[in-house]
């Protein structure tokens, strides 16, 4: 048997008649790029987020970059943030001309490190960039006080985290302005790029809005210098498919993840953690172990493929060397990057396949012979 780390053709293969019929009228209609389809799929996301404002572009990085013009930051200013995410969330930072500034997570759910923030917060502080990573949510109340205190903008990259709730709500609407990713493999992903903007503050939605369609308000009339992040009616017309089918999607990943924490129980693996806050949505089941190498080589070896999300922190990637961050500087994310190993997850896992990982798992914690020397 072989296991892969996620299978969208078992997706495909269940939404296959809509999505085609959702592709043709589109072809049929000769309307590609923005247009009805997108302000339709806007809607159904605004109100599936419950955020007033919905605005549909050409990715996640790019709702990312829009996210943080619109909340006005810019040169000079400090922006917040984990190294322990996708180079994404970060790239933005520099293409605004802001300041990264680096805090560390937390080794129970990955997040920020919430009681660090504060220290790092300065006069040119301009917002917090968080990350719900591998979709469990962070900690938002006590960073929402942190921002009222000192005037701050809080954004959500949200772009793993779709469905996710803090508190009975959907991430994304709790900040100023939250930002999702539709890259194929997502919870909620295209068949090719796409991203979305959600936010309730209307003065941001506009400036998103102009901003992704080369600053243009009325047809070639350019009120500033925009960008073509436009989305794609295509792209829309099959996330309008796949949308209908998220929460389930979502339920089948929940029920997953509990039925790996239970075959894992008692076995050499920290299992993910659920805060009595968050729902999560696990777009990455993320164990981890102290021989992670050995081990995934071993699944690998059993035809399980698994990921390592991530392997190397931004603040040592030689991108980031300009930032003047060292070893050692942000401890957790060094240690977690080095133990954490992702295994299969997606909603049409079947139970014999997450047995399988398990076995295999138990297997390799089980003969120390296997263990990389
Ligand atoms: C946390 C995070 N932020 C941002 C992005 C960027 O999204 P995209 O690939 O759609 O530009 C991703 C996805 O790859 C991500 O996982």
């Given at each position: 048997m ?11 293969e ?10 043709t ?26 955020s ?51 805090v560390?997570?937390?080794p ?6 919430v009681s660090c923030?504060e ?10 960039l968080?990350?719900?990573i ?11 006080a ?9 954004i959500e990259d ?7 709730e ?21 919870n ?6 796409g991203g979305?903007?959600?936010?309730n503050d209307?003065?941001?939605?506009n ?21 073509n ?7 829309a017309?099959?996330l ?6 998220l ?6 990943r ?17 299992t ?21 190498n ?11 493929a ?5 392997s ?14 060292k ?8 240690k977690?990057?080095?133990?954490v190993i ?12 997450i ?19």
């Amino acid at each position: 048997m072989t296991i892969p780390l996620v299978d969208l053709n078992r997706q495909y293969e269940e939404i296959k008649d809509e999505v085609k019929e959702a592709m043709t009228r589109i072809m049929e209609s000769s309307a590609f790029i923005l247009g009805e389809e997108v302000r339709q799929f806007e809607n159904e996301f605004a109100s599936f987020c419950g955020s007033r404002y919905a605005i549909g572009v050409s990715s996640g990085t790019a709702a990312l970059h829009l996210a943080l013009l619109a909340a006005g930051v810019e040169k000079g200013d400090e922006v917040i943030t984990v190294p322990y995410t996708f180079t994404a969330t970060v790239e933005v930072i520099s293409y605004v001309g802001a300041k990264v500034v680096f805090v560390d997570i937390n080794p129970e759910d990955y997040n920020i490190d919430v009681s660090c923030i504060e220290e790092k917060i300065t006069k040119k502080t301009k917002a917090i960039l968080l990350v719900h990573i591998y979709g469990h949510p962070v900690d938002l109340e006590p960073i929402l006080a942190l921002a009222d205190k000192y005037g701050l903008k809080v954004i959500e990259d949200a772009a793993q985290a779709h469905g996710a709730e803090y508190r009975g709500k959907k991430v994304s609407v709790l900040g100023t302005v939250g930002c999702f990713s539709f890259y194929p493999g997502k919870n909620l992903g295209a068949y090719g790029d796409g991203g979305i903007v959600v936010t309730n503050d209307r003065e941001i939605a506009n400036k998103v809005k102009l901003l992704r369609n080369h600053g243009q308000r009325e047809k070639y009339e350019h009120i500033v210098e925009g960008f073509n992040y436009r989305l794609d009616a295509l792209q829309a017309a099959i996330l309008r498919v796949k949308l209908t089918r998220l929460s389930s999607w979502n339920k089948n990943r929940r029920q997953h993840a509990k039925l790996y924490n239970e075959l894992l129980a008692g076995m050499e693996v920290i299992t993910p953690v659920e805060r009595e806050y968050a729902k999560h949505v696990y777009h990455l089941y993320v164990v981890r172990t102290k021989d992670r190498n050995g081990l995934q080589e071993w699944l690998q070896s059993q035809g399980i493929a698994t990921g390592t999300h991530y392997s190397l922190p931004l603040h040592l990637q030689k991108a980031y060397e300009h930032l003047g961050y060292k070893k050692g500087d942000f401890p957790v994310a060094e240690k977690c990057s080095q133990e954490v190993i992702s295994l299969p997850m997606f909603p049409e896992l079947t139970r014999e396949e997450i047995e399988e990982v398990c076995g295999a798992v138990k297997s390799f914690l089980s003969n120390p012979s296997l263990s990389s020397p």
